[in-house]
């Protein structure tokens, strides 16, 4: 299993859900609906295929760039979530670009909430 594949299985679960638990969708401030989904379901992943593929996460709170990391196989991806405020795109993802990491990443992916 390579990053591509565990990145369609988050998609996948997140288009099952239908429709969005309403705590998933908030996003205000600090908080955010999203940045909680996706750490949860890939927890899930893990637990499912725990003892196939060697999958560990890790989140970042606060100003942080990436706000998670993956770690497939000893090498560290990053996502960056982002989601709507208020039903629409008036925070076009500025923190890709304002944020550094301090971490070396294979590769940095932007997952947006629909």
Known sequence: MNIDDVLE???????KLNPVP???L???GNVNGFEELV???????????SGNINLESVVHY???FPDMDLI?????????????????????GNSVF?????????EIFKVCQN
Not at 9 to 15: A, C, H, N, P, W
Not at 98 to 106: A, G, K, P
């Open 22 to 24: 309403e705590r998933y």
């Open 9 to 15: 299985l988050v998609k996948i679960k997140i288009e």
């Open 72 to 92: 497939l196989n000893g090498i560290r991806y990053g996502l960056e979530l982002k989601s709507r405020n208020n039903g629409s795109w008036d925070v076009p």
């Open 26 to 28: 908030v996003s205000r």
């Open 62 to 64: 606060g100003k942080y």
């Open 98 to 106: 304002e944020r550094v990491s301090d971490q070396n990443y294979e």
């Open 39 to 49: 750490p949860e379901i890939v927890d899930e992943i893990i637990s499912e295929t």
